[in-house]
């Protein structure tokens, strides 16, 4: 199975700031990676796929970048709505598996 | 717009079987080319792929539950479902449903079903 390491486990940040995860897949999955939001009592919601491309309808504050092992998430410009967990995933082979997640939080 | 909704009980035994399912509405599950899958989540923990099926009744599952997992497909119902069997407290999680996207998000899970809560009790 690929492993999904993502950093940190938790952030704090001030609205306005820019905040930024990192995902390290433990071999290379070229650029076959998204990223999802987890507000608590809902269903994740998919913001990036491919990497960097950005879903339909997700504000442009977000982005993701990196291919092969190495890859970033960041928000520029935090809003208050972005708290929730961020979880990293791999589709480039079977098992599908996601990073641990990151949990954002106001300072 | 494709919308699903899981259903199933949410308590459990211990060594027993759950069955969930999850109905799709707002389009026909066997149309298309898609991937039907379950996801679950631990209380406190994270994400983790169960299994999925394809719409002709492929199947693949995680390895680290292959022994006792069992995804199916009834188009007359426009449902699929999980069978997960021999349950333990560990298997105590929020159960999704989820199927990917129609275009570049292929891979990505973009509709999902807003979770279903499985209790496994002693």
């Known amino acids: 199975d690929i492993q999904m390491t993502q950093s940190p486990s938790s952030l704090s940040a001030s609205v306005g700031d820019t905040v930024t995860i990192t995902c390290q897949a433990s071999?290379?999955?070229?650029?076959?990676l998204n990223w999802y939001q987890h507000k608590p009592g809902k269903a994740p919601k998919l913001l990036i796929y491919d990497a960097s491309t950005l879903e339909t309808g997700v504000p442009s504050r977000f982005s993701g970048g990196g291919s092969g092992t190495d890859f970033t998430f960041t928000i520029t410009g935090l809003q208050p709505e972005d708290i929730a967990t961020y979880y990293c995933?791999?589709?480039?082979?079977?098992?599908?598996?996601f990073g641990q997640g990151t949990r954002l939080d106001f300072k | 717009q494709v919308q699903l909704q899981e259903s199933g009980p949410g308590l459990v035994k211990a060594s027993q079987t759950v069955s969930l399912t999850c109905t799709v509405s707002?389009?026909?599950?066997?149309?298309?080319?898609?991937?039907w899958s379950w996801i679950r989540q631990p209380a406190g923990k994270g994400l983790e792929w169960i299994g999925r099926?394809?719409?002709?009744?492929?199947?693949s599952y995680n390895p680290s539950l292959k022994s006792r997992v069992t995804i199916s497909i009834d188009t007359s119902k426009n449902q699929f479902s999980l069978n997960l069997s021999s349950v333990t407290a560990s298997d105590t999680a929020v159960y999704y449903c989820?199927?990917?996207?129609?275009?570049?998000?292929?891979?990505?899970?973009?509709?999902w079903g807003q979770g279903t809560l499985v209790t496994v009790s002693s």
């Open positions: 707002g389009g026909s599950i066997s149309s298309g080319n898609y991937y």
């Open positions: 071999q290379d999955i070229s650029d076959y």
């Open positions: 099926i394809s719409t002709t009744g492929g199947t």
């Open positions: 989820a199927r990917g996207g129609d275009s570049g998000n292929y891979y990505g899970f973009v509709y």
């Open positions: 995933q791999h589709y480039d082979n079977l098992p599908i598996t």
